[in-house]
């Protein structure tokens, strides 16, 4: 569902997203059970950030008849991870549309400005006839998923869309201050920022729980 004070959050709140969300916020969680679930969470959250997708007719035999029938180019979509915790979620959307291209951006954030630097971009070819979804498990201050986007739209896609499991008010006003056409899905809206640029109440830095090197 869309936020009322923020048409284009959505805040995709189904039971089962809900669930496993917060079994990856217990600070016991394991990395393979962290993994898993962000697997599995994933999975459930590519069909809402998916729900718009563009159909077309084919003709197709059933076993009985010829019909025409509904099918989603899966091709036309580009998942984009921000690495490195991106590549947690790809598993998961890739599982959903298998047809889909994967690109991939490399930032890391300057521990003193906390602004996104730029170290790696490689993305499929003709994106200017592909829908993109970038995926980061957290929008934090927003500046990553921001520089992420100023580049991607450089490339002139047809649409971008952000997938993430967490973000915060915070983040979110810088979204919606560079970008305020690129709508955001999310599991939760958390609190607030910590002075490190954490999300708080958060489930702590997602790359290091889902590679294991915290």
Known sequence: MSTPDAPQVHLIDHPLVQHKLTLMRKKEASTNSFRRLLNELS?????????????QDVVIDTPLETM???????????????????????????SVVPGARVGHIGLYRDPKTLQAVEYYFKMPKDMEERDIVVVDPMLATGNSAAAAITRLKQLKP??????????????????????PDVAIYTAAID????????????????????????
């Open 158 to 179: 047809k649409s971008i869309k952000f997938l993430c499991l967490l973000t915060c008010p915070e983040g979110i006003a810088t979204m919606h201050k560079l970008h």
């Open 191 to 214: 609190r607030q920022l910590s002075d490190h640029g954490y999300i708080l109440p958060g489930l702590g830095d997602a790359g290091d729980r889902i590679f294991g090197t915290q």
């Open 68 to 94: 025409t029938a509904k099918m989603i180019d899966g091709k036309k979509l580009v998942f984009v991870s921000i690495l490195r915790a991106g590549n947690g979620i790809l598993d998961g959307v890739l």
């Open 43 to 55: 999975m459930l959250m590519a069909y809402e950030v998916t729900r718009d997708m563009a159909m």
